[in-house]
């Protein structure tokens, strides 16, 4: 194993150049002023009441978008698993196959979809019911959020539920346990990775996207992604971006060690 620690060397470096440099540099920005000198006010610019309602906002859909992802993931994972269909690459491929389309014009097109003259409002208005008013609002985003991140939170799940043996749910058959008992008892804590994984990959980017925002939400629904962005692109002050970046950091890595801490535990559960 050793003559081939060589091969990792060319990820070593990606990490190094687009991982650890840039990482670097929000950090230097972040703890530096214009005119130079240490300070840490591009952190405090946090407590903005600008910027804290955005960063609110954002958990809270953040928060609301895993948790459908979850209630929506589970039972079609469930399902899907006992289909019990030979082929799982034939179940990977239904999932990753709407990730081919480009991000942008996934989230364009529903755009079109939820617009006051869109389909939705279209068909609405054919039968003679009143418009909705889907764009530009929370309930847009999510619906972005979901849409999006829906098949990360599917995949692990499944993936869990496909390494379970059935020795083990037989098992509890033959003890007498019912459908509930068996579920309850074997197997959802045995997906339990699956679903801090499935958290995890759903959570993170929801709370740092500013592309669903930017296009479902309009400059009615801001973000705490659109508020970095903007500073980066449009005022080009990189200090209170890369301070903003930080805090935005800080909230990343507390939900991971908190999962982190909890896929721990589901993992030393006896059965």
């Not at 009441?49 to 955005?54: E, H, V, Y």
């Not at 399902?79 to 990753?96: A, D, E, P, Q, V």
Request: some cysteine; charged content about 10%; overall charge positive.
């Amino acid at each position: 194993m050793k003559t081939k620690k060589w091969l990792s060397y060319p990820y070593s470096l990606w990490m190094g150049i687009f991982v650890i440099v840039p990482l670097f540099i929000i950090i230097y920005y972040g703890f530096t002023a214009k005119e130079g000198g240490l300070t840490l006010s591009n952190l405090a610019l946090i407590m903005d009441p600008i910027n804290l309602k955005a960063l609110w906002l954002s958990l809270e859909l953040s928060i609301i978008s895993t948790v459908i992802c979850l209630i929506l993931a589970y039972p079609l994972s469930l399902i899907l698993h006992g289909m019990k269909l030979k082929n799982n690459s034939f179940i990977i491929m239904i999932f990753i196959l709407p990730m081919w389309m480009n991000f942008l014009l996934r989230t364009l097109a529903w755009q079109n979809i939820l617009e006051k003259t869109g389909v939705i409002n279209t068909l609405l208005k054919f039968f003679h019911l009143p418009a909705l008013d889907l764009i530009n609002t929370p309930g847009a985003i999510i619906f972005g959020m979901v849409y999006n991140f829906l098949p990360f939170m599917i995949l692990p799940i499944y993936n869990s539920l496909a390494k379970i043996s059935d020795d083990y749910v037989n098992a509890a058959r033959d003890l007498g346990a019912n459908s509930f008992v068996t579920f309850i008892k074997i197997i959802l804590p045995m997906t339990l990775p699956g679903v801090v994984s499935g958290i995890t990959m759903v959570f993170v980017p929801s709370l740092t996207t500013f592309v669903i925002s930017d296009i479902l939400g309009g400059s009615k629904v801001v973000l705490i992604g659109n508020i970095i962005e903007q500073q980066f692109k449009t005022v080009n002050n990189w200090h209170t971006g890369s301070g903003l970046s930080l805090v935005l950091m800080v909230f990343i890595f507390l939900s991971m060690a908190v999962l982190a801490k909890y896929d721990k535990e589901s993992e030393g559960t006896k059965i």
